[in-house]
């Protein structure tokens, strides 16, 4: 989506210790999410950037890889290296089976 200079990798890929990075918003967060991400709201990222690992593998998701692709974009241009693009976003982590849960005690879906 982004071409060669955005790195990607995709649900199936992700390595179990990395640094899920969740930055749809918080009614989407809430609705349905990776139940090992971390939540930080794409508009939120540059007042936050201490909270994002430069240490370990940082996986960037967003519902479709759009938002996250700017975000790794924009951490890349930061001196970020370790980090990566979801292709195809929450949706394709769904899809391909992947575990997504609630916050609300509702059934998981993702928006």
């Known amino acids: 989506m982004f071409g060669p200079q955005i ?18 918003e ?10 090992q991400a971390h939540h ?21 998701v967003c519902r479709s890889g759009g938002r996250s692709g700017q975000v790794v ?4 241009g930061n001196g970020w290296d370790n980090v990566r693009n979801l292709d195809g976003g929450m949706k ?3 899809s391909e089976g992947r575990e997504v ?3 609300n005690g509702q059934p998981a879906r993702v928006l």
């Open 40 to 60: 930080l709201p794409m508009m939120e990222v540059p007042a936050r950037l201490a909270e994002i690992p430069t240490d370990a593998e940082v996986v960037v």
């Open 101 to 103: 849960v609630s916050e």
């Open 7 to 24: 790195p990607s990798v995709t649900p199936g890929q992700v390595d179990p210790a990395a640094y899920l990075l969740d930055v749809r």
């Open 73 to 76: 974009n924009y951490l890349m």
């Open 26 to 35: 918080p009614d989407e967060w809430t609705a349905g999410h990776a139940p």
């Open 92 to 94: 394709a982590w769904e």
